[in-house]
């Protein structure tokens, strides 16, 4: 049901893959009450600024949100913020990303959040966190995408939830056929790696689809 992936350590940063242009940070609008969530956003946004691969996320100044956003701008890296537009007061929307896209609604948001992105990453967050974590593994589950799924399961965060998925599975609910496919980082420091890797094979292995679909 899931798989780790872990970086090439010849190649730590993929400079030269061109393949990821942006990765989806999800992460809660709170820091959270251990200190690591605050510092796993700081660690995932320089990362990113370092490998010159864009943040797309929510839009938010405040909470993990506004702290991967902060961490990528401060390296250097560009930030695209999408947020609905009775969020804009609420989450302190982020004036100084690069890109700053006010939506309607939810759903306008999620779907160019989806457009805009290579890979997915669930940081450790609420409820909004959960439900667009879940709705990610739902569409890849059924076939509407084969972009990457990180869980960054910083200290545990996300151990009771994987959990579930396991307990989901033992009661037939996630059967043969219908399994989700995602990957488990346990270190920030790890995520940009395994994103990039898992999104250019998953790229390269639908090309190589395409080209056999022609004869």
């Not at 691969?53 to 100044?61: A, S």
């Not at 948001?109 to 805009?116: A, E, H, N, V």
């Not at 200290?155 to 998925?165: D, S, V």
């Not at 790890?190 to 395409?210: F, L, R």
Request: charged residues 20%; negative net charge.
């Amino acid at each position: 049901m899931q798989k780790k992936v872990y970086p090439d350590t010849a190649n730590p940063h993929q400079k030269t893959v061109k393949r990821v242009e942006n990765i989806c940070v999800y992460c809660g609008s709170g820091p959270g009450a251990d200190p690591a969530y605050t510092e796993a956003a700081r660690t995932l946004g320089r990362t990113l600024a370092e490998t010159g691969i864009g943040l797309v996320y929510g839009g938010g100044g405040i909470g993990l949100m506004g702290e991967v956003a902060e961490a990528t701008l401060s390296h250097g890296g560009r930030v695209t913020g999408i947020i609905p537009k009775f969020l804009t007061v609420r989450e302190k929307m982020k004036l100084s990303a690069n890109e700053l896209i006010v939506t309607e609604n939810m759903h306008e948001r999620k779907q160019l959040m989806f457009d805009r992105s290579d890979a997915f990453v669930a940081l450790p967050g609420g409820v909004g966190t959960l439900e667009e974590l879940v709705e990610q593994l739902t569409w890849s589950q059924l076939g509407q995408h084969q972009k990457p799924i990180i869980i960054a399961n910083i200290n545990g965060f996300w151990t009771p939830f994987l959990k579930l998925l396991t307990h989901m599975e033992e009661q037939a609910f996630i059967r043969p056929g219908l399994s989700l496919d995602f990957i488990v980082v346990d270190r920030a420091d790890e995520i940009v790696d395994v994103a990039v890797s898992a999104a250019t094979k998953a790229k390269e292995g639908a090309s190589e689809e395409s080209v056999l679909a022609k004869f």
